[in-house]
């Protein structure tokens, strides 16, 4: 248990911040999962569609620092690349 008042704050600031990530995290996960069942399906056009909803999620999440920025700019790009790669592999 804190017993300065700062540290009392610090900890009622980390539980905060913590509830806060958890939520962007869970919905982080959520959008990249409807990416890659849509890969998974083989669907090009529901894939391309969950990336433009997942990406802005994914870059705000980073942004905020729940990940690292260079970690979901990798993810978008392979994401991205396996996407279009639908097309080429059936065609």
């Known amino acids: 248990m804190a017993n300065t008042s700062s540290a009392q704050k610090a900890a009622r600031q980390t539980a905060r911040r913590t509830a806060v990530n958890k939520t962007r995290r869970s919905r982080l996960r959520s959008t990249v999962r409807d990416v890659e069942a849509a890969i998974a399906a083989g ?3 529901a894939a391309e569609q969950a990336l433009k909803t997942a990406e802005p999620v994914m870059m705000r999440s980073a942004q905020k620092g729940v990940v690292p920025k260079k970690t979901m700019s ?3 790009s392979r994401l991205a ?3 279009k790669s639908i ?5």
């Open 87 to 91: 097309g080429a592999t059936a065609s």
């Open 81 to 83: 690349a396996r996407i």
């Open 74 to 76: 990798r993810k978008v």
């Open 43 to 45: 669907d090009k056009a």
